[in-house]
């Protein structure tokens, strides 16, 4: 009876030890490029697809951006084995170069501590004012 006991422990424990959970970024990976974008035609969101390539539930804790600029959303149920999910990002389209960081916390133990930098990446443009004063100029051919 001991012996069933210790090895039902033994063989419990792992299975544990073995139970990962891992990510793998789907299509655009971990950066993704939002090229050159207007302000006015586009909305910035933009989403990483991850599937759960382990063997145990996936759990994304918290995911941080470095300013306030960009607006992250995680999953907030866990990811099953398998199964896929996605974060959300949520750009405020200042003009200018876009570089941001985010940095997801996560079980995953294919990453060192769990966490994964995602990078966002391109540059937004305004479309030039039009004067509606000005006066066009035409060209004749001759």
Known sequence: MRKNLLLSLALLFNVVLLAQPKIEFLNSGTTIDYGVVSKDSDDGLRTFEFKNTGNA????????STCGCTVP???NAPIMPGKTGKIDVKYNMAPGPIRKTLTVESNASNYEGGRIPLK???EVVQKPATNLMEKKKTI???
């Open 57 to 64: 539930p996936l759990i994304i804790t918290n995911v941080q």
């Open 73 to 75: 959303s995680k999953p």
């Open 120 to 122: 966002i990446k391109g």
């Open 140 to 142: 004749v051919n001759q």
